[in-house]
């Protein structure tokens, strides 16, 4: 194991002179400022500590907003970040000790900048707090991975490929070895030696732990090939954003150092099952929650009820940010076990929207959305999910009846997600006025994220040749 451990400043350190004093005092030499780009992926730069003023809090440090993917254009291309003193740490991952800041994003005027994820989600939070509805809202992330012993990759003109291994691969059987590698979706929970990953899912654990990330439990997952998972304790909406962008930058440093590769994406194994991310969540109103009713259908509020209506009528243009690659719909294919049927259900989980029953505990009273992937950008898909549930509840938008039986056995036709990250792009550019609401999302945003991820994403894996395709039609 490798020794990784992040270090949390105590709970007197409140001030920007008081973090920049503890942080001399640990003898951190170096201050690294992150923030996050449209796709969820994480932006960073570095400072000496001695050159880094109390300042900057305030005023903010200047960056290049046109070389980050979905910001400014080239003419307009300064922007400043503002670090938050609450998500400070010592960073476990660099040699040099490392202060750590997650950043918000301004404007020159010292405003919010309209395209900045982090933002989004506050205005969406600012938003819920200006209905009366509740006054916090909890997400609980279940952020699945695979871990891989190597990756390699390529696409040129004439020819692609990607192979990925692992120890754990049903595939190696063949080869000379001790055995031990879990069937073709047989990796639910088995002990040591076929789960080849428990020392270095808990050294993970201990790293996000030691960095302010709570874990609750973690496990094999049912892929065979070392799928894994590791859920967080769940927390306000604001506050697990920033923990789950820290939980995959953790997660893939303390794999990589290692001789590990981890891959977020849904699905990077053919017929075996991919990673999802189901997303718990819950509204509470003065320290009470607001999703429960004893009498209710599995214990739901009409609050509750209303919520999951938003969720699964607006479910398609969700996508476009809680699913938004085009693998991510390799994963929600109809007919397997995948939540692509736009129902609700109390213990079916081939429903979109799940209400888990492990507890009777109005705490514990929660939705449970499972199409959504660790793709998204959680700021992002976060503030899209609470939107369209609070438009359920403002519309009392009822979702119907559940669906407590086997989808496929009865042969009851559904509305589903799309099918393609196309499909849901053109869901958010017809139905996104419930994003729109307070300002918490804009319409520049909105289109511009769009036109980035049809020209980036979409158009350039619709007109590649699939490999597949040479043995279907190669011969045609």
Not at 36 to 48: A, K, T
Not at 109 to 120: I, K, L, M
Not at 178 to 196: A, C, N, Q, S, W
Request: proline letters at 8%; hydrophobic letters at 40%.
């Amino acid at each position: 194991m490798t020794d990784m451990r992040g270090i949390l400043p105590p709970a007197e350190v409140k001030t920007p002179a008081a973090l920049l004093k503890w942080a001399k005092d640990n003898d951190v030499r170096f201050v690294d400022v992150k923030f996050v780009d449209i796709r969820g992926i994480v932006q960073h730069f570095s400072l000496p500590l001695a050159n880094f003023e109390e300042d900057a809090f305030k005023n903010g440090l200047g960056f290049d907003g046109s070389s980050i993917r979905g910001f400014q254009t080239i003419n307009k291309s300064d922007l400043n970040l503002i670090p938050d003193i609450t998500t400070a740490f010592i960073d476990p991952v660099p040699a040099v000790p490392t202060l750590s800041l997650i950043c918000d994003v301004v404007d020159l005027d010292g405003s919010s900048y309209a395209n900045d994820p982090r933002g989004v989600l506050k205005r969406a939070n600012d938003y819920l707090l200006g209905t009366g509805l509740a006054d916090i809202c909890y997400f609980g992330p279940e952020a699945e991975f695979f871990i891989f012993s190597s990756v390699a990759f390529d696409n040129s003109p004439n020819g692609s490929f990607y192979e990925v291994d692992s120890p754990s691969g049903f595939w190696g059987t063949g080869e000379p070895g001790l055995g031990y590698r879990p069937r073709i979706k047989e990796g639910y929970f088995p002990v040591p030696p076929t789960d080849k990953m428990q020392d270095l899912r808990s050294e993970m654990v201990e790293v996000l732990m030691s960095c302010g990330v709570d874990i609750e439990v973690h496990h094999h997952e049912v892929g065979g090939a070392a799928q894994a998972e590791i859920d967080m304790r769940f927390d306000e909406m604001c506050k697990m954003a920033d923990k789950l962008l820290l939980y995959k930058y953790l997660i893939r440093n303390v794999a990589y150092q290692n001789g590990y590769t981890v891959t977020f994406m849904p699905k990077p194994i053919f017929s075996d099952n991919g990673s999802g991310m189901h997303c718990h969540q819950s509204l509470w109103k003065d320290g009470k929650p607001l999703f429960f009713d004893e009498s209710g259908y599995a214990g739901l509020s009409e609050m509750a009820l209303y919520y999951i209506g938003g969720i699964l009528k607006h479910a398609p243009a969700i996508l476009a940010f809680a699913a938004p690659t085009t693998n991510s719909y390799r994963r929600l294919v109809p007919g397997y076990e995948a939540p692509v049927n736009l129902v609700y259900s109390a213990r079916n989980r081939s429903a979109a929207v799940r209400i888990p029953m492990y507890s009777n505990s109005p705490k514990a009273k929660r939705i449970e959305f499972r199409a959504p992937d660790p793709t998204a950008n959680p700021y992002l898909a976060f503030a899209a999910m609470l939107m369209a549930g609070l438009d359920g509840i403002q519309n009392k938008i009822h979702p119907g009846e559940p669906s407590d039986f086997d989808l496929y056995e009865e042969g009851v036709e559904t509305p589903t997600v799309p099918g393609s990250l196309g499909g849901s792009l053109a869901a958010l550019a017809e139905d996104h006025a419930f994003l729109t609401e307070g300002g918490v999302f804009t319409e520049d945003f909105i289109n511009g994220y769009i036109s980035y991820k049809q020209a980036n994403e979409v158009d350039p894996v619709a007109m590649r040749p699939h490999p597949f395709e040479f043995q279907l039609y190669y011969d045609a």
